[in-house]
């Protein structure tokens, strides 16, 4: 018998199912950790798509909406892609519901084309989807977001992937964050 | 301190279950779908009430 789904898991699976018939997606954050047993709420999945021509995401965003998604900030798909194209990310809902969300934008740096690079799908999850691989998660939980919540989601991970754990590769992403994410933000300062 | 030692004790014990049991998909499903439904319920209410709508929105906006 098919194992029984939650929300979040149909609503991810219907999602990346026509997002993949255009290009490569990853689901990072959050649901990776929810959708490996961390019980804790969160009201959006986080998708991080390779960027495409604006003609290939007016075809997507009209089969999105043709299967009920519909995106929060705009109706005109040429505004959508517009936040997209600034690395402004999105959010789309399924059939007026509010919740959940699926908060999409596309990639931008050496840090997601590695997060491209070494996507994986997970066994524990039951779920036919690529995520970005669990050395990567830990690495922008622990060094980056530091949040308790993410700090916690991360306490989990180690434990149920204690077999898939590289602290080699996580040194590595973490450096990578230094160099893509952090290093930035001080010149801002 | 105390607490915070507690919850994590919590978090370890729960991801324990997950890693060793092969039922926990269940309790999970229970407990994510729960959550969804209460949300929505709710905003399905907020909108039928005066100026929920604009509270709505500005949940969204938020």
Known sequence: ????????????????KIVDKYTD???????????????RATEDIDMLIKPVEEE???????????SGFSCLQSKK???????????????????????????????????????????????????DLWFSNVNVNLAFKEHLLKSQKDLEDAKHLRIVYAELLSEEEIKKVKEMIDRCRLKGKEKLR | MQIERQREVEIERW???VRDSSYWKEQHTAFINAQFEKANNFNRRLLKTAGGKKKLKALINR
């Open chain 1, 77 to 127: 798909p040429a505004e959508v892609y517009e936040y997209l194209k600034s690395f402004v990310s999105v959010r789309y809902v399924k059939d007026d519901e509010l919740l959940p969300q699926m908060e999409l934008k596309f990639a931008k740096d050496e840090l997601d084309e590695y997060q491209f690079k070494t996507r994986t799908k997970l066994k524990l999850t039951g779920l």
């Open chain 1, 25 to 39: 997606y990853i689901i990072v954050f959050g649901f990776v950790a929810i959708s490996s047993g961390r019980a």
């Open chain 2, 15 to 17: 991801a324990n279950f």
């Open chain 1, 56 to 66: 290939k995401f007016l075809l997507l965003h009209t089969e999105l909406n043709k």
């Open chain 1, 1 to 16: 018998m098919a194992e029984k789904r939650n929300v979040l898991d149909e609503f991810a699976i219907q999602f990346a």
